[in-house]
């Protein structure tokens, strides 16, 4: 099995801040790149939670998009408020196909919810707008 974490494409890509993506997903994980690819730019992909967590880059998270499901009894929710205690500065969102209305409240506490199923252009374009030229 492919590895998206791993799986860094470079070609004509520009990367001044990073803009990371964690589903569980390879499916809407290859989307999220390919979509940002599209306009030019590198997508970081984790499939795992403690993958992103244990990022070592040199390149400061500009904003991360966060599926809500995660599997493992871990959710989106958790990852974000793990990933500002460490750093405050990246905006967060979350990507997600259904939730309570009492859970969306708390997530729009935190970010922007999108709808998995009908908002792939919306967060590629939210995740797009945290792009800076080098």
Sequence with gaps: MNDPDKQLSTGEQRVCCSLAYLDDS???????????GEKGLLLETYSQPQRLLSRKNDIA?????????????VDGSQVAEALLTRDPAPAIAFFT??????????LARIGLVFDKTKDLAKAAAWLASFHRDP
């Design 61 to 73: 998270l500009a904003a991360v998009l966060l599926d809500m499901d995660l599997g493992e009894s």
């Design 97 to 106: 196909a259904s939730v309570a209305p009492e859970r969306l409240a708390r």
């Design 26 to 36: 390879l499916l809407a994980l290859r989307t999220m790149r390919k979509a940002l």
